[in-house]
T-cell receptor, first 109, second 115 residues
Framework: GQSLEQPSEVTAVEGAIVQINCTYQ??????LSWYQQHDGGAPTFLSY????GLEETGRFSSFLSRSDSYGYLLLQELQMKDSASYFC??????????FGAGTRLFVKA | DSGVTQTPKHLITATGQRVTLRCSPR?????VYWYQQSLDQGLQFLIQ???????AKGNILERFSAQQFPDLHSELNLSSLELGDSALYFC??????????????FGQGTRLTVV
């Protein structure tokens, strides 16, 4: 079957760096996206990786290794407003996008 | 504001009933996706429509159905509701027929409570 695994919770302090990992098992893999969702809000797009390597967008970076079926989201210079849930999402064959269960990030002062 | 509009924002209904959730995609987006998010859970893909036709199906129950109309708005119909159907239902839209290499824009969701 198809599945994505990511940690359920991560805690870090303001100003630190945190990495949220995602491993996947899917058929027809096309790419990996990351979404952020604040409590009570809608998911918003952060990044997309189709090829191996690191994509950087401001304080956020995303990495993909297709051979390892693994990716991560790296958040630098953490701010309190980064406290949210982060979802990895696989784009698979058949036009489907499969989301992970999400990682809740707590940023402490 | 993502440009995706979902109505209603909240819905409370009894078991056994039928409800319809509505979604208007961003202007110009041809694809509409429906997701279910239960409490503290991830997003479960239900179904996708592209330019009026069903494009992909996920874990959608037979009691649930959807359609996309010529003006590209979409409706998700949930029938014979059960307590376990209580969840946040999100609609998302994208320009193309897939979210590969393109951003999906999510609406604010409809919170359905079945009592």
């Amino acid at each position: 079957g198809q599945s994505l695994e990511q940690p359920s919770e991560v805690t870090a302090v303001e100003g630190a760096i945190v990495q949220i990992n995602c491993t996947y098992q899917t058929s027809g893999f096309y790419g990996l996206s990351w979404y952020q969702q604040h409590d009570g809000g809608a998911p918003t797009f952060l990044s997309y990786n189709a090829l191996d390597g690191l994509e950087e967008t401001g304080r956020f970076s995303s990495f993909l290794s297709r051979s390892d079926s693994y990716g991560y989201l790296l958040l630098q210079e953490l701010q309190m407003k980064d406290s949210a849930s982060y979802f990895c999402a696989c784009h698979t064959g058949g036009f489907k996008t499969i989301f992970g269960a999400g990682t809740r990030l707590f940023v402490k002062a | 504001d993502s440009g995706v509009t979902q109505t209603p924002k909240h819905l409370i209904t009894a078991t056994g009933q039928r409800v319809t959730l509505r979604c208007s995609p961003r202007s110009g987006d041809l694809s509409v996706y429906w997701y279910q998010q239960s409490l503290d859970q991830g997003l479960q893909f239900l179904i996708q429509y592209y330019n009026g036709e069903e494009r992909a199906k996920g874990n959608i129950l037979e009691r649930f159905s959807a359609q996309q109309f010529p003006d590209l708005h979409s409706e998700l119909n949930l029938s014979s509701l059960e307590l376990g159907d209580s969840a946040l239902y999100f609609c998302a839209s994208s320009v193309g027929g897939t979210t590969v290499n393109t951003e999906a824009f999510f609406g604010q969701g409809t919170r359905l409570t079945v009592v």
